[in-house]
C-alpha cells in the first residue's frame, strides 16, 4: 500500500501507526505542518526505510508560522520531500492571502535553488493561484497535487504543467472526484490518507485504507485492482 499523505505525527498514539505502516509494509510519506515539527516528526519513520518525512509549512497557518521559514530553508538540504505546502483560498484564510502566497512562493523558490523536490500540495479553492505559482518556479521539482478540487480546465493545466495527484477515498467516493480522477494520466497518480483529517466509515482515515482508495481507482479505471496496484508502485518508484 501506498500513502503519499498522511500526517502521522498528528495521530493521537503517531508511534503505534508507524508501527503498524512498518508491519503491513505501507509506503508512507509523512507530512507534517511546520519546519519546527520536522525533526521530531522524522523519528516516526526511523524503524522503516518505507517511510519519508516531508518538510512543510500548512497554507492554513501561513501567517503564524511564517517566521520559520529560515528554519525550513536550513532543514531543506535534509530531505527530499517537501509538504504540506501550497495555498487554501476558503474564505476563513482567504484574509491571510498575501502570508500564504509570500510564504509558498518563498518555498518553491528554495526548492528550486536545492535542485527541486517532491512536493505534496494543498490547493483547496486556489488551483488555478497554485498552478500559477508553480509555472512561475518551473525548477521547484515534481508537485504533487494532494486531494486535488479544482475544475476541469484547472486539472488539464495541471496535467500539461507536469503535476501529479495524490487521492484519497473521500475524493473517490463523490461524484465529482470520480469524474476527476478519470481523467488523471494513470501513470501520474498515487493514494493517499490524509489521515487523521479525513474520515473513514466515521473514524480517522488510516494508511491502511489506502488500498480501498486502489480499488475506488480500479473501479473507475475500469481495470482489475491488481494491476492498479501494480501501476501505483510503478509510478512510485518513477519518483525516486
Ligand atoms: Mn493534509
Excluded at 518538510?55 to 492554513?60: A, D, I, N, V, Y
Excluded at 531543506?76 to 482567504?94: A, C, I, N, Q
Excluded at 488551483?127 to 500559477?132: E, K, N
Excluded at 501529479?164 to 472526484?177: A, E, R
Aim: net charge negative; hydrophobic share 40%; charged share 20%.
Amino acid at each position: 500500500m501506498i500513502d503519499f499523505h498522511c500526517h502521522l505525527d498528528l495521530y493521537p498514539d503517531p508511534y503505534s501507526i508507524a508501527a503498524e505502516c512498518a508491519a503491513q509494509n505501507i509506503y508512507v510519506l509523512s507530512v507534517t505542518n511546520t519546519p519546527s515539527a520536522w525533526t521530531g516528526s522524522s523519528r516516526l519513520g526511523h524503524d522503516s526505510h518505507r517511510i519519508w518525512t516531508a518538510l512543510g509549512l500548512h497554507p492554513q497557518i501561513a501567517h503564524e508560522r511564517k517566521g520559520e521559514l529560515p528554519l525550513f530553508e536550513n532543514l531543506l538540504s535534509k530531505t527530499r520531500y517537501v509538504g504540506e505546502v501550497g495555498l487554501d483560498g476558503m474564505p476563513e484564510f482567504r484574509r491571510y492571502w498575501p502570508d500564504q502566497t509570500m510564504v509558498f512562493a518563498r518555498i518553491l523558490e528554495a526548492c528550486a535553488r536545492a535542485g527541486g523536490r517532491i512536493l505534496s500540495i494543498h490547493s483547496r479553492r486556489a488551483a488555478t493561484q497554485v498552478l500559477d505559482a508553480l509555472e512561475a518556479q518551473p525548477d521547484a521539482g515534481v508537485p504533487i497535487l494532494h486531494w486535488f478540487s479544482g475544475n476541469y480546465r484547472e486539472l488539464q493545466r495541471a496535467v500539461a504543467l507536469g503535476c501529479w495527484f495524490s487521492v484519497c477515498l473521500s475524493m473517490l467516493n463523490g461524484t465529482k472526484g470520480r469524474g476527476l480522477v478519470g481523467k488523471m494520466p494513470q501513470d501520474r497518480v498515487l493514494t493517499e490518507s490524509d489521515g487523521p483529517f479525513a474520515q473513514v466509515d466515521g473514524r480517522a482515515a488510516l494508511p491502511s485504507d489506502t488500498d480501498r482508495a486502489a480499488i475506488a481507482l480500479a473501479e473507475v479505471w475500469d481495470k482489475p485492482a491488481d494491476e492498479v496496484r501494480e501501476q501505483l508502485f510503478r509510478n512510485m518508484r518513477h519518483l525516486w
